[in-house]
């Protein structure tokens, strides 16, 4: 595998990235075809076993349960230091208010749940998911310097956003 940097940055990656949409609990959420723990786990085995490194998810696919089945498999199969793992935060894990969008709460709040359940300390990536049209970008952006500067991702980016 022919490793490139990510971006700008010094950090390693596979030039294909496995996303892990697919990987849930299909009961959860709303991805009736997404697959379980047990059929999931011999592929993320062979996008390792293939030399891919790079692994990313969201908190809100299938209501966070590809992140614990991710989380659960890569601490099986891998060394930590080894893969670089994205997760992202946006979208609302429940119909409530201050637990979805960009704001300070929302991403302090939606970034411990996450390492929680990928059961890990950092992430290596993490994104925004979604431009938050109700949340200033400052208060975006300084949240998420925060979690940067508290070890708890490596780099930010964003995802799915028109130009």
Not at 115 to 133: A, E, F, N, P
Request: proline share 4%; with cysteine.
């Amino acid at each position: 595998m022919d490793y490139k940097n990510l971006g700008s940055t010094g950090l390693k990656i596979s030039p294909l990235c496995l996303g892990c949409m697919t990987y849930g609990v299909p009961e959860r959420g709303n991805h009736p075809w997404t697959m379980g723990e047990e059929e999931s786990r011999p592929l993320l085995k062979k996008a390792l076993d293939m030399g891919i490194n790079f692994f990313d998810t969201a908190n809100a696919y299938s209501d966070g349960t590809s992140e614990e089945i991710v989380g659960s498999a890569l601490k099986d199969f891998a060394q930590r230091d080894e893969i670089v793992l994205a997760t992202k935060v946006y979208f609302p894990m429940r119909n409530k208010p201050n637990v979805g969008g960009l704001s300070r709460k929302a991403i302090f709040a939606s970034i411990d749940a996450s390492l929680k359940r990928l059961g890990t300390d950092y992430v290596d990536l993490y994104q925004i998911h979604r431009w938050d049209y109700e949340t200033p970008i400052e208060e975006t952006m300084e949240a998420l310097h925060d979690v940067v500067k508290a070890g708890k991702a490596l780099h930010i980016g964003a995802s799915s956003m028109y130009a």
